[in-house]
């Protein structure tokens, strides 16, 4: 059943199916016939089986593939599990994924490395709702071919017209659904009907087997005819001699002498050798992981991309995308992240979504966030502008993950719908009235001091103080105090996370504004959040954000609680309330840290003064 | 060009996955367990990072009661590969003398192997460990990711490994944790050996068939590879001529019949096999679920 050439080709599919289609069962039945099971594997499959098995002491196929300890107790599949078996003509691995619901992300991860899905149905209940689920996902990921396998034949008494009923709903929906190349297979997967062998019962099917056509299906690897792709994973400098660029074709191929373009920044250079342990190319193409030598010297890094020069992908620093949001944490409008696409890691924030999907009936719902397992098309925004093409295009380069700042967890995986470039739509006006020119006429720079801490810790208090000074002082100000933005700019916010993040996020913008007009900003908000701290930080130039932790113990502050609304919160009026039953981030390192117990807002204010005096700020 | 060939696309695929972790360790260390999936290892690291080294030492987490043979290899490999080896012993199993005769293979395993991994990687403040694992080898490992984030106590929890699409690793870590990496994810057995083969991999003789001194326990043939073996009263060992489908600790690792003495014919017995490879490792019977139990503890 196994040569010894290594030179077979592999195929990577996917199964899915709802909980009791016999998807596990299917997958325990190919390696068990590939003879993929050995002896010592059987003998403690038949002592699980006689264990935790539902076939009352017979050999329970889908033992063999329930991995965890967890798992095999509760008997169902938490997580995607990677299967191998081979034939003489082919290796394959599969990617075994649960049918419940709340697993979209399971499902998501294992398509995204799929050529193939199998997408299994049991044929006495038909195309249910989790086989449209499943075939959205498919199509969503890209995958090219579906098999439609119709399990449980037996059931039916093998019959003919119940398998033409499924085929034709399903053909129904596909079509809606515009997944092409799909192909429909009868099996019983519990007594191998069809199988690895051909089945008497089934005497009026005159396809292939299910494993005769996993063998011999033509999984399309065109990506050599695409125009050249590589981004750059490592510089190798082992000598002042050798200066290489590490990393894997993802399409295309390359010659020494062709021409390439190296984005972002958009240089021209040459190949000069195609290095590998095995001794240099003249030729290498996609899916090898090879060291480029380039004629000219050039300034690459990680997280460049190498590409022809003819058809380059797109440089954007905006874009439209399908988000699959994979965390607990859900997603929040305007809140940074991290965006990884090829090996390049950019920061990112999110519109609300356009819509989400309703996998079950496929529908657009309004949505304001993305929670755990849901789907969604946002808008995005990047720092800076990356190189990236549509997911249809390029699985590799159209694809990314979405990380959190701070856990560095995981959150999203994203296709790009199309990418957009802001100078292509909006235009940036320059007006000959500068900053600069606005800095000089007033006598002094303009800066956003920023303070943040508990309700009750004196932030309104020091602020106003200190705008009093700095007025005596001839400086041009405005302070921006949380309570009196939402009562108009904001007043259609309220206190849930989403909400916090979007009332920071027009904060932060109107700061911006008001330090180009020249004005010493100060801006009182509790602004909760490290994420949406840095990102009011991030809009500003290098220096022109000052964070002023202004500390206060929780205790202290509620001791205190000027306005009253510890207590409310406490009696449960106030949902939200930071400190209470929302949290509070303290500032890692802000620029000035003031203790509210022991000093003084008048020692405050002044602290505050001299440090805008020694940045020259003011003079 | 004709399509990759499975074992090429592998191999590719490897030398994409080391150079990613590379690119974000600070402290990187391959864990060298002496064994033919190390060998393997070590032979596509230096193919990944060729003209220059692998930018990692090797780690072996000894146990003092490896085969001799075993020993050998290292030493020779080590100083053939140029790269700095780091050979750590837990220091309790050494002074208490833990060994699989008085404190059978569990407790041995798990104090030499678990706990001396934990105490090496701690001490050379490693935060990104390459290992040889494949998903193929047994059950639990089926899901383990390629990039497994574990956390400051090195604890591996299954339902919180990140998901990985494409070949899109997030190999960011938070402070305190670490990646254990597995650039041998998707290689089966075979492949391995494949590989070994097409590529004139050094591996240690012991993986070949030849008459050695062998008992017979419960069915299960272990070598008597120096005098601290406790012989029964009146057992005495045989000539056998087996081979070892996996090595480790000699009184713990059971020996196949086998005539297979070259890599060809070892690839011909495997196609034909009937047992897993694992079917020689005492520690992995011991009670169902051990390997996923040992893994949540912090062992490969």
Known sequence: ?619 | MPRLSNLDRLESESIYILREAVASAERPVMFYSIGKDSSALLHLAKKAFYPGKPPFPLLHIDTMWEFREMYQFRDTIASESGLELIVHLNPYCVENDINPFDYGSAVHTDLWKTEGLKQALDAGRFDVALAGARRDEERSRAKERVFSVRSATHQWDPKAQRPELWSNYNTMLASGQSLRVFPLSNWTELDVWQYIKREGIEIVPLYYAKPRPIVNRDGTLIMVDDDRFRLEPGEIPEMVSVRFRTLGCYPLTGAVRSFASTLAEIIEELSYASTSEREGRVIDRDTPGSMERKRQNGYF
Not at chain 1, 41 to 55: M, V
Not at chain 1, 379 to 398: D, F, M
Request: glycine share 8%; charged share 25%.
């Open chain 1, 1 to 619: 059943m196994l040569d010894d050439r290594g030179e077979k080709d592999l195929l990577r599919l996917i199964t899915c199916g709802s909980v009791d289609d016999g998807k596990s069962t299917l997958i325990g039945r190919l390696l068990y016939d590939t003879q993929l099971v050995y002896s010592d594997t059987l003998e403690q499959l038949e002592q699980d089986s006689k264990r935790h098995g539902t076939r009352g002491g017979d050999v329970d196929f889908a033992l063999l593939v329930d991995g965890l300890a967890a798992e095999r107790e509760q008997g169902i599949t938490i997580d995607v599990a990677y299967r191998f078996f081979a034939t003489k003509r082919r290796e394959f691995i599969v990617a075994d994924t649960p049918g419940h619901e709340q697993y979209t992300r399971n499902m998501a991860t294992g398509a995204s490395t799929a050529d193939l899905a199998l997408i299994l149905v049991d044929a006495t209940k038909g195309v249910l709702t989790q086989t449209k689920r499943h075939s959205f996902i498919v199509k969503l990921l890209g995958i090219k071919r579906v098999v439609l396998v119709i399990n449980k034949l037996d059931l039916v008494g093998y019959s003919q017209e119940v398998f033409e009923a499924i085929r034709q709903a399903y053909d129904t929906f596909s079509t809606e659904l515009s997944l092409k190349n799909v192909n429909y297979i009868p099996i019983s997967a519990l007594l191998g009907d069809n199988l690895t062998l051909r089945s008497e019962n089934l005497s009026w099917y005159k396809g292939p087997t299910l494993l005769e056509y996993l063998e011999t299906v033509l999984v399309g690897d065109d990506n050599d005819e695409l125009p050249f792709r590589m981004p750059i994973q490592n510089v190798f400098r082992p000598n002042s001699n050798f200066r290489g660029f590490a990393g894997a074709i993802f399409q295309g191929k390359i010659k020494p002498k062709d021409s390439l373009l190296i984005l972002p920044s958009m240089q021209r250079a040459t190949v000069k050798e195609i290095v590998t342990a095995d001794g240099n190319l003249s030729e290498a193409s996609s899916g090898q992981s090879v060291v480029l030598t380039l004629e000219e010297e050039r300034d690459i890094s990680r997280g460049d991309l190498l590409v022809a020069t003819d058809n380059p992908p797109q440089i954007a620093d905006r874009f439209r995308a399908t988000l699959v949001w994979m965390s607990d944490q859900e997603m929040l409008p305007g809140r940074p992240y991290l965006l990884k696409i090829g090996t390049r890691v950019v920061p990112v924030s999110f519109e609300s979504p356009r819509y989400e999907v309703n996998i079950n009936t496929l529908e657009h719902l309004a949505a304001r966030t993305l929670g755990l397992n849901s789907i969604g098309v946002c808008h995005g925004a990047l720092g800076s502008a990356v190189a990236l093409e549509p997911y249809t295009k390029s699985r590799e380069l159209g694809g990314f993950i979405v990380i959190d700042r701070v856990t560095l967890e995981t959150l999203a995986a994203g296709m790009i719908d199309f990418g957009l470039r802001r100078s292509d739509n909006i235009h940036h006006q320059d007006f000959e009235v500068t900053r600069d020119a606005r800095a000089r006429l007033f006598r002094h720079k303009s800066a956003v001091v920023w303070f943040t801490g508990l309700s009750g810790a004196g932030k309104s208090t020091i602020a106003n103080l200190l705008e009093r000074k700095l007025y005596l002082h001839g400086i041009h100000t405005y302070v921006l105090d949380g309570d009196n933005v939402r009562s108009g700019l904001n007043k259609d916010l309220g206190f849930t996370d989403a909400d916090r993040v979007e009332n920071i996020r027009r904060v932060a913008e109107v700061s911006k504004l008001m330090v180009d007009a020249g004005l010493l900003v100060l801006v009182s908000f509790i602004s909760p959040f490290r994420a949406e701290r840095e990102l009011a930080r991030g809009m500003l130039a290098e220096g022109d954000f000052i964070e002023v932790f202004v500390d206060l113990a929780l205790n202290v502050a509620e001791a205190r609680d000027p306005k009253g609304l510890y207590k409310k919160a406490r009696a449960g009026q106030l949902p939200h309330f930071t400190g209470i039953d929302s949290p509070y981030e303290t500032p890692e390192s802000p620029d000035i840290h003031i203790n509210s117990e022991s000093l003084a807002p008048e020692t405050a204010a002044e602290q505050i003064f001299q440090v805008l005096l020694d940045k020259g700020i003011i003079t």
